[in-house]
């Protein structure tokens, strides 16, 4: 039987799965002795990236000199929607409360239900991020007692969960939780509610009230401490019952690439609990580091941080060993990068795939290599036999199968992989 294979490296072959295919006509008979073409559509992985740039775009807005969220200029974004949605595949979209509530009663649900439509309407699956989290909480918060805090944030996991049901089932439930207790940086009324429940208190306020609003959400622990701290904490998360759909790891390598060794190590120690991992917020830089002595990577601000060609070189090299390090793992099921393009890029860092000016860096060409090249069965013409049958072996994710001027699509995914299946051809091609 003729066959359609991708091959991969010996560390990379837990991302395949492959299915015998009988391909049929419109009237049911298998097509017999024809040449099909074949050709992957979509990624079961979620290569994602923020979204936040496009937030004006998609709301028509000619300028972001009063956007909530930063991001790109309009003018600047726009030229990043194809490079965007022809790499990224998973986007996800600022709800930080200050923002998407800076005056209480008037949530910017609108503009970001516009986006998230925008969004899907361009072939990527919505992530908010987050529902709960101690910095760029709301100023009118403060001086509120912690009875009606607690209150307060119930109803707005409630109402955004709600609201964007169908839109935006992926969150960020909480974030950052291993410091939230005992952080001192900035006056906000989430700390003292975080102290008097305790973190495994304020976790379960925002899992199981986000839970309650969507029994279908999908919910993620996010945390930036890849200490000890972060292991207990999940570990006692789910000692007390709580259901973490996933676990979110950040990785802003403002400081220096973590390297692949102590990659490995972060995702072996995490993926003993035996759920999915999310790297929720990587970055690498395109330009000087982050002095190593810096603590809190927003204590470094500079008047300018620019990309430089080494550092465009680095960080392509970086990018490429990053992701085939991350997808090389099982438990990896996410990666999301932390920024398209440097212009509105947070802190100012060289971090996108795109410069201020729109024009695409090295980085992106590696990564899109990697994710639509050696990662991707592109269309490839395979005949079927006598009854109508071929075998096909790829990434897993979506594909079409095309005849005669039919087309079918087909899911190559790890329940299905080698078992048999009839892909049924229609008039036209589908989107």
């Given at each position: 039987m003729n066959t359609v294979s991708l091959s991969l490296p010996t560390h990379l072959r837990h991302r395949l799965a492959e299915r015998t295919l009988t391909v049929t006509g419109p009237d049911g008979a298998p097509l017999a002795d024809t040449d099909v073409v074949v050709e992957q559509t979509r990624h079961e992985f979620a290569f994602g990236n923020i979204a936040f740039d496009f937030v004006p775009l998609a709301n028509g807005e000619t300028s972001n000199a009063?956007?909530?969220?930063?991001?790109?200029?309009?003018?600047?974004?726009?030229?990043?929607?194809?490079?965007?949605?022809?790499?990224?595949?998973?986007?996800?979209?600022?709800?930080?409360?200050?923002?998407?509530?800076?005056?209480?009663?008037?949530?910017?649900?609108?503009?970001?239900?516009?986006?998230?439509?925008?969004?899907?309407?361009?072939?990527?699956?919505?992530k908010g991020h987050p529902l709960a989290w101690h910095t760029v909480a709301?100023?009118?918060?403060?001086?509120?007692?912690?009875?009606?805090?607690?209150?307060?944030?119930?109803?707005?996991?409630?109402?955004?969960?709600?609201?964007?049901?169908?839109?935006?089932?992926?969150?960020?439930?909480?974030?950052?939780?291993?410091?939230?207790?005992?952080?001192?940086?900035?006056?906000?009324?989430?700390?003292?509610?975080?102290?008097?429940?305790?973190?495994?208190?304020?976790?379960?306020?925002?899992?199981?009230?986000?839970?309650?609003?969507?029994?279908?959400?999908?919910?993620?622990?996010?945390?930036?401490?890849?200490?000890?701290?972060?292991?207990?904490?999940?570990?006692?998360?789910?000692?007390?019952?709580?259901?973490?759909d996933a676990l979110g790891l950040q990785s802003h390598m403002h400081q220096g690439y973590w390297g692949e060794e102590r990659t490995l190590e972060v995702l072996e120690r995490f993926s003993r609990f035996g759920l999915p991992i999310h790297f929720t917020e990587s970055t690498l830089l395109s330009g000087h580091l982050m002095p190593p002595e810096i603590v809190d990577l927003n204590d470094y601000q500079v008047p300018s941080w620019p990309s430089t060609p080494e550092g465009e070189e680095r960080q392509a090299d970086e990018i490429r060993r990053h992701y085939t390090t991350l997808v090389s793992h099982p438990a990896v099921e996410a990666i999301t990068y932390w920024g398209m393009s440097d212009d509105g890029a947070w802190l100012g860092a060289p971090v996108g795939f795109a410069r201020a000016d729109g024009t695409l860096k090295p980085s992106y060409a590696a990564l899109h290599d990697l994710v639509k090249g050696e990662w991707w069965t592109s269309a490839t013409t395979v005949r079927t036999d006598a009854a109508g049958r071929f075998d096909l072996t790829g990434f897993r994710g979506t594909y079409r199968v095309s005849a005669v001027g039919l087309s079918g699509d087909v899911v190559l995914d790890a329940a299905s992989s080698g078992t048999e299946a009839a892909v049924a051809l229609r008039g036209g091609c589908a989107d």
């Open positions: 009063g956007s909530l969220f930063g991001g790109a200029r309009p003018q600047a974004a726009a030229q990043l929607v194809e490079p965007f949605f022809d790499l990224f595949n998973f986007a996800t979209l600022p709800f930080y409360w200050g923002s998407f509530e800076p005056e209480e009663g008037h949530p910017q649900t609108r503009r970001l239900a516009n986006t998230a439509r925008w969004v899907r309407e361009h072939g990527a699956v919505v709301p100023k009118w918060l403060l001086g509120r007692s912690l009875e009606e805090t607690e209150r307060l944030l119930r109803d707005r996991i409630t109402r955004e969960v709600t609201d964007f049901r169908g839109l935006v089932d992926m969150w960020d439930a909480i974030n950052e939780v291993v410091i939230m207790p005992v952080f001192t940086a900035e006056d906000n009324a989430i700390t003292p509610l975080a102290r008097k429940l305790g973190r495994v208190g304020i976790v379960k306020l925002a899992f199981e009230t986000a839970r309650a609003a969507n029994p279908d959400v999908f919910l993620l622990l996010n945390d930036f401490n890849m200490s000890p701290k972060y292991e207990q904490l999940i570990e006692d998360c789910l000692e007390a019952g709580i259901k973490i």
